[in-house]
C-alpha cells in the first residue's frame, strides 16, 4: 500500500522561499505519478494549484511552481505572501489509484 | 463559471445508508470525468473514488469497496455516491471535484457535504 509522505511544518518568511517534497514509500516519485498540489485554508474547500508534476491552473499565482526534485514530488513557493500561509496537499496517482499525502502546515511568520 | 455543489449529507447512525449528490454547472459534464474526496475532522485529505466521463470505469479506495458507490448521471449533470454500512469512520467532509482533461488531477471543487455517522 502506497503512503505519501509530506514535512508536518514548515516556516518561512514573507517575501522567503520555500520548497514543500512528497515522497513515496514505494520508490521516487517519477512524472508517471502525476503528481498535484492542492492548498487549503481553514474552513475553505481544498484548491487546486498544480497537476501532472508541474501544470498550473489558470488561477495559480507565479510564484508557485511543481517539480521533481530528489526522487521526491517539489512545491516551490518564491517570494511567499501571508496569504500563503495553509495545508498543503500532495497527491499522487498510483496506477490509477490515488493517494494524498498527509499534508504539510505553512506558517508564514 | 464552473460551479460543483454537494447536497445530501447529515447525521446517520451506524450501518446507515446515505446518498450523496454533486450538481455541475457551468461546464459540459459529460466531457469530464470526475471525483469524491473525503475529510474527517481534523484530518487530511483522502481520495474516495473516481468516474470516468460515461460511468464506464469506477476506481475505489480500499476502504470504501463494496459499501460506496459512485455514478452519474449526464442528462442531469448530476454526480451521486451511495454511501451504505457507515461506520463512524466514515465521518468526514465529502467534495466533489472535477478532473482534469487531459491528465490525472483536479481542477475545480465544490464545497463539501458533511456526513456524521454517530448513534
Known amino acids: 500500500q502506497t503512503v505519501v509522505t509530506q514535512e508536518p511544518s514548515l516556516t518561512v518568511s514573507p517575501g522567503g522561499t520555500v520548497t514543500l517534497t512528497c515522497a513515496s514509500n514505494?520508490?521516487?516519485?517519477?512524472?508517471?505519478?502525476?503528481p498535484n498540489w492542492f492548498q487549503q485554508k481553514p474552513g475553505q474547500a481544498p484548491r487546486s494549484l498544480i497537476y501532472?508534476?508541474?501544470h498550473k491552473h489558470s488561477w495559480t499565482p507565479a510564484r508557485f511552481s511543481g517539480s521533481l526534485l530528489g526522487g521526491k514530488a517539489a512545491l516551490t513557493l518564491a517570494g511567499v505572501q501571508p496569504e500563503d500561509e495553509a495545508d498543503y496537499y500532495c497527491?499522487?496517482?498510483?496506477?490509477?489509484?490515488?493517494?494524498f499525502g498527509g499534508g504539510t502546515n505553512l506558517i508564514v511568520l | 463559471e464552473v460551479q460543483l455543489m454537494e447536497s445530501g449529507g447529515g447525521l446517520v447512525q451506524p450501518g446507515g445508508s446515505l446518498r450523496l449528490s454533486c450538481a455541475a454547472s457551468g461546464f459540459t459534464f459529460s466531457d469530464y470525468w470526475m471525483t469524491w474526496v473525503r475529510q474527517a475532522p481534523g484530518k487530511g485529505l483522502e481520495w474516495v473514488v473516481n468516474?470516468?466521463?460515461?460511468?464506464?470505469?469506477?476506481t475505489y479506495v480500499d476502504s470504501v469497496k463494496g459499501r460506496f458507490t459512485i455514478s452519474r448521471d449526464n442528462a442531469k449533470n448530476s454526480l451521486y455516491l451511495q454511501l451504505n454500512s457507515l461506520g463512524v469512520e466514515d465521518t468526514a467532509v465529502y467534495y466533489c471535484?472535477?478532473?482534469?482533461?487531459?491528465?490525472?488531477?483536479?481542477?475545480?471543487w465544490g464545497q463539501g457535504t458533511l456526513v456524521s455517522v454517530s448513534s
Open positions: 501532472s508534476t508541474s
Open positions: 497527491l499522487l496517482d498510483s496506477g490509477g489509484v490515488w493517494v
Open positions: 514505494t520508490g521516487a516519485v517519477t512524472s508517471s505519478h502525476f
Open positions: 471535484a472535477r478532473g482534469t482533461v487531459t491528465l490525472p488531477g483536479t481542477d475545480y
Open positions: 468516474i470516468n466521463e460515461d460511468g464506464s470505469e469506477k
